[in-house]
């Protein structure tokens, strides 16, 4: 997984394991916590697109987030996020990747739990194109 950073100097906190929570952590106190272990590579890169939050790959997906409040604020920014992503490495229009995400995007809340909220937007990438 890869996830862009955009602060200098951030610092890295990775949060608390769940054996199990539902979808959208709805109330603070309802995921299973557990211990664990994981395995982390961080790396240092130049920024090359114009997006300004995270963005997170893996495998099968392409993904961005969005916090706000609102929570439609949160998913408006995951999703323009995206927009952006599609234009800048994938070809699209802009016009073209609003129409191609209502075909392919999936999204959720992530958090809901705080007075801001958090939203994922994802693309699995066998319907990306080649990038460009």
């Not at 890169?45 to 409040?69: F, N, Q, V, Y």
């Not at 927009?83 to 392919?104: N, T």
Request: aromatic share 8%; with cysteine; proline share 5%.
């Amino acid at each position: 997984m890869h996830i862009l950073i955009n602060v200098p100097g951030a610092l890295l906190h990775v949060g608390d394991m769940h054996a199990r929570q539902g979808e959208g952590e709805i109330c603070g106190a309802v995921g299973i916590e557990t211990g664990g272990k994981a395995r982390l590579r961080c790396e240092l890169s130049e920024r090359l697109h114009p997006m300004t939050w995270p963005r997170i790959t893996d495998e099968r997906l392409i993904m961005t987030t969005g916090i706000a409040k609102p929570a439609e604020d949160a998913f408006r920014i995951a999703l323009s996020e995206m927009i952006l992503w599609l234009k800048e490495d994938y070809g699209f229009a802009r016009g073209e990747a609003y129409l191609f995400l209502g075909e392919v995007l999936e999204a959720r809340c992530t958090q809901f739990v705080n007075p801001i909220f958090s939203y994922v937007a994802k693309v699995n990438r066998k319907y990306l194109p080649q990038r460009i």
